[in-house]
Structure formats: structure tokens, C-alpha cells
């Protein structure tokens, strides 16, 4: 969705936040595995900045985020990688493949089950650098789906295209990502620490 349109959201509801994913703990852990759950109406859903820089939310208006993209910086000769926090229930110990397809796109990478406060939600990571990410920076929707955990239908935006510029250090001599121009993340609530 337009960031014009996240704004007309944003004055109804308030974004998706870091706290809504805290005050929102997801259920106790089973013993047995968990049920598979239905895929969430994102018809509403848009972009948010975290306080947490590098960081964005993906969720609907006044909800728990479906979704945090974060940029971990790379070293001095090493690109940065792109983390995808899915908030939804994971088993300890579980590991899973998460599918990416966009844009004429598709990545499949590992995911999994880490600790972030009371819970377990799916996290896993790819270089910045890595082509498939286009899955991400194009004019299209794109879906992200993870076995059990459901398909969110996610539309990119500035904000999502912008951090993914930034973490490949692709910036003019203002710092502003070079592909797009896209305003700086700034302002939003953040995730616990440990969900970095």
C-alpha cells in the first residue's frame, strides 16, 4: 500500500508496533505439535517503521505485526543480510522452509523457531546481496508462507524497498538509498531486543 495510504490507516488505528506483539503473547508452547493456522486477512495491512533502526513492521492497523524485516549490517568486505521475523506460533526446536515468491522471484530458505520473550516465532535470514530479494523490491505483491504458520500476501512499498537498498549499500552521497529515494525509517516502537 502507498505510504499516503499507511498514513489515512495510521490516523484511524495505529500501525502495527513492537509493544502490540508483546502485550499479544502468543500461546503456550504444546507438547505435541501445533496446529496449523489459517492464513490472516492482510487486506488492511501496510508498512511501519520500528524505533529499532533498520527495521520494519508488517501488519494490519491496531493489530499484533504479521511480520518484522530487519537489515544486519556485514562486515567491511561482506554484504549485509536481510532477517525476516515471522510472529506467528513456532514449536522449540522446529525448523521449517520459508517460501518467498513475487515479482517473478522465488526464495526458499530455512527458518527457525527462536525465543523472542514468552514465545517462539519463526526467524530466518539471507544476504542482502542475494538477486531473489527482487521478490521483494518489485511493484507487485508478494507471499511469504511457512508450513503451519499460514501465507501472508504482502505489498511492498517505499519503506520495504528502501531498507532493502540501504542494507546493500546502495546510497548517493546524501545517504539516501540510490534506487528509489524512499523518506528515512524513523519513529515507530521496537521489538524486544532479542527478537533482533
Given at each position: 500500500?502507498?505510504?499516503?495510504?499507511?498514513?489515512?490507516?495510521?490516523?484511524?488505528?495505529?500501525?502495527?508496533?513492537?509493544?502490540?506483539?508483546?502485550?499479544?503473547?502468543?500461546?503456550?508452547?504444546?507438547?505435541?505439535?501445533?496446529?496449523?493456522?489459517?492464513?490472516?486477512?492482510?487486506?488492511?495491512?501496510?508498512?511501519?517503521?520500528?524505533?529499532?533502526?533498520?527495521?520494519?513492521?508488517?501488519?494490519?492497523?491496531?493489530?499484533?505485526?504479521?511480520?518484522?524485516?530487519?537489515?544486519?549490517?556485514?562486515?567491511?568486505?561482506?554484504?549485509?543480510?536481510?532477517?525476516?521475523?515471522?510472529?506467528?506460533?513456532?514449536?522449540?526446536?522446529?525448523?521449517?522452509?520459508?517460501?518467498?515468491?513475487?515479482?517473478?522471484?522465488?526464495?526458499?530458505?530455512?527458518?527457525?523457531?527462536?525465543?523472542?520473550?514468552?514465545?517462539?516465532?519463526?526467524?530466518?535470514?539471507?544476504?542482502?546481496?542475494?538477486?531473489?530479494?527482487?521478490?521483494?523490491?518489485?511493484?507487485?505483491?508478494?507471499?511469504?508462507?511457512?508450513?503451519?504458520?499460514?501465507?501472508?500476501?504482502?505489498?511492498?512499498?517505499?519503506?520495504s524497498r528502501s531498507l532493502i537498498a540501504?542494507?546493500?549499500?546502495?546510497?548517493?552521497?546524501?545517504?539516501?538509498?540510490?534506487?528509489?529515494?524512499?523518506?528515512?525509517?524513523?519513529?515507530?516502537?521496537?521489538?524486544?531486543?532479542?527478537?533482533?
Amino acid at each position: 500500500m502507498a505510504v499516503a495510504g499507511a498514513a489515512v490507516l495510521a490516523s484511524c488505528k495505529p500501525p502495527p508496533t513492537d509493544e502490540a506483539g508483546a502485550r499479544g503473547a502468543l500461546a503456550e508452547a504444546p507438547d505435541a505439535p501445533s496446529e496449523p493456522i489459517d492464513s490472516p486477512d492482510t487486506t488492511a495491512a501496510f508498512w511501519a517503521p520500528s524505533s529499532t533502526p533498520g527495521r520494519l513492521l508488517y501488519g494490519n492497523p491496531g493489530e499484533r505485526p504479521l511480520l518484522a524485516l530487519g537489515c544486519l549490517e556485514g562486515g567491511a568486505n561482506t554484504p549485509g543480510s536481510i532477517r525476516f521475523t515471522r510472529m506467528a506460533q513456532a514449536d522449540e526446536g522446529a525448523g521449517a522452509f520459508m517460501a518467498i515468491v513475487g515479482n517473478f522471484h522465488i526464495i526458499r530458505m530455512p527458518v527457525d523457531a527462536v525465543e523472542v520473550g514468552q514465545s517462539f516465532v519463526w526467524q530466518g535470514e539471507i544476504a542482502a546481496d542475494d538477486p531473489d530479494l527482487e521478490a521483494l523490491t518489485g511493484r507487485r505483491p508478494f507471499t511469504l508462507t511457512i508450513p503451519g504458520a499460514g501465507m501472508l500476501t504482502i505489498e511492498p512499498d517505499d519503506q520495504s524497498r528502501s531498507l532493502i537498498a540501504q542494507c546493500r549499500g546502495q546510497f548517493d552521497e546524501d545517504g539516501v538509498a540510490a534506487d528509489n529515494g524512499a523518506e528515512e525509517l524513523s519513529g515507530a516502537p521496537d521489538l524486544p531486543a532479542s527478537a533482533e
